[in-house]
């Protein structure tokens, strides 16, 4: 590795600086631009395929039971670097959260159907984004409630306490439950993979 030059470090030492008096300093505007050069790349398909959905599973799974012909095996996290896996997570979790709230991301890339688009009740990807666009505030507010369950998955971990990820884990399930009611499949008519995907009671 390079070592910075004196100019790189002059420079960290003045952001330091305005990092210190930020409060005062750093105009109010600036922040809204900084949101403002955000830019989704992702779909919030991509974004449910890619990051919230496998570690939701993850999470479930932490706590389970797996039977089979050979018997039935109780999975519990025991070790520092199990309890660390299920942190990792819900932190991807916790600012997942954080990327659904960013305004301009498509729900699907351009052609793509949403899973269970043959099932009665699921909406279009258009659909999908107009109930979005009309209410932007209430998507949010579900993202904040997913959001809040991956903190109460990390308070968890860090009390170790299994009960406590087992009572996330069911706050978590109602939070995907309380967005897909609304955005995915309005009819209560349960698409299968929506039910294979909540953890078994
Ligand atoms: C803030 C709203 C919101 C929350 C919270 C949310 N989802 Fe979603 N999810 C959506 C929307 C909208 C769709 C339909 C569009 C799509 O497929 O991405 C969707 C679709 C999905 C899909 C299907 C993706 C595909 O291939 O089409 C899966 C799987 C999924 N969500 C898993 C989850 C799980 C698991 C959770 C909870 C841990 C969760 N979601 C929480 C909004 C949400």
Redesign the pocket.
Known sequence: MRLPTPRILSCLAGILLLAACSQSVVPAASVAALDHGARPVA???EL??LI??PS??AIWESVSSDTSAEGTVDRQPRSDADWQVIRHHALL?AEG?NL?QLESRP??HHGRT??DAHVDGVLS?DQ?QQK?AADPRA?HA??Q??QAAAEQTLAAVDRRSIDGLLEAGYR??R??E???LV??YPGDKRPP?AVS?APSP
């Open positions: 779909s919030i398909q449910m395929q919230v959905d939701a599973d979790l959260a659904l729900v699907a949403l899973e990807p999908v979005v998507f579900h993202a409630t997913l978590l399930d939070a995907c309380g967005c897909h955005y995915w993979a995907s």
